[in-house]
C-alpha cells in the first residue's frame, strides 16, 4: 500500500506540468530519477557509514521512501550496490574519456604513464568509495569493483584511444585480443602496486606497453 502510495503521489507530480502527450515518458523519467536518487543516496551511506553499517531503512530513509517502494527499484542490498559500483565506475571511464578527447593523436607510453599514476593514486590515495568496501562484507564486492573497472576501462581503451595511439611516433597493429589484455593489464596493475609498492611506474608502463605490443611487434615505419 505505501508502494502504490508513493508512486502515485511522484506520478501525479510530475505528470501536473508534462506536455499533453508525454505522460509515458514522464513516466519513464521519473522512474529514473528516483532510481538514481537511491543508488546516490547508498553511495552517500555507504562513503559515511561503511558498506556493512548501512541498512535498506537507511538507504530509504535517506531518500525519504517506504522500504517497500525501495523494493520496487531493487531486490536486495546487492543489487543497489551493483548499482552504485555502476555509477562510480561511469565516473572514472568518462573522467579518462574526458583527458584525451580533443587529441587526435595520443603516445602509447604517456597513455600507459598516465593509466599507471592515475592507479596508482586511487590506491594509495582510496575514495571514500573503496574504504567503504575495507569490511569483512565487502571483501567479496571489491572483487567485483575492480572486474568492472578493469572491463570498462578495456573498452574505453580499444574503443576510443587505441585507435588514435602511436608507438615512439609510429603506427603499429593491434593484438585481437586486445580487450582480454588491456583487462588483464589493469586488474594486474591494481595488484602488483598492491603487493610491490616499491615497483616504479616505469617497470609498469614497460609491462603494458610490451603486453600491447607483444603479438603483433611489426610497427609502420619503425626499424
Request: hydrophobic letters at 35%; charged letters at 25%; glycine letters at 6%.
Amino acid at each position: 500500500m505505501g508502494q502504490e502510495t508513493d508512486e502515485i503521489e511522484e506520478q501525479k507530480r510530475v505528470r501536473k506540468h508534462a506536455p499533453y502527450g508525454s505522460k509515458s515518458h514522464v513516466r519513464s523519467d521519473a522512474k529514473a530519477s528516483r532510481r538514481e536518487s537511491i543508488v546516490r543516496a547508498a553511495r552517500e551511506l555507504y562513503n559515511e557509514k561503511g558498506l556493512e553499517h548501512t541498512s535498506i531503512k537507511d538507504i530509504a530513509n535517506r531518500v525519504g521512501v517506504t522500504r517497500s517502494l525501495f523494493y520496487h527499484y531493487f531486490p536486495n542490498k546487492q543489487s543497489v550496490t551493483a548499482a552504485v559500483f555502476d555509477m562510480y565506475t561511469d565516473e572514472l571511464t568518462e573522467d579518462a574519456r574526458i583527458r584525451y578527447e580533443s587529441l587526435e593523436v595520443i603516445d602509447l607510453e604517456r597513455l600507459g604513464a598516465s593509466a599507471v599514476t592515475n592507479i596508482r593514486n586511487r590506491i594509495e590515495n582510496p575514495s571514500s568509495l573503496r574504504r567503504a568496501l575495507y569490511s569483512n562484507e565487502a571483501a567479496g564486492l571489491y572483487i567485483d569493483l575492480l572486474d568492472r573497472t578493469a572491463d570498462k576501462m578495456a573498452t574505453l581503451f580499444v574503443n576510443e584511444l587505441l585507435p588514435r595511439c602511436v608507438y615512439r611516433g609510429a603506427s603499429f597493429e593491434v593484438p585481437e585480443d586486445i580487450h582480454e589484455r588491456i583487462y588483464m593489464l589493469y586488474a594486474g596493475t591494481v595488484g602488483l602496486i598492491h603487493a610491490q609498492r616499491g615497483l616504479s611506474n616505469q617497470a609498469l608502463v614497460s609491462i603494458g606497453v610490451g603486453a600491447v605490443l607483444s603479438t603483433n611487434p611489426s610497427l609502420h615505419g619503425c626499424g
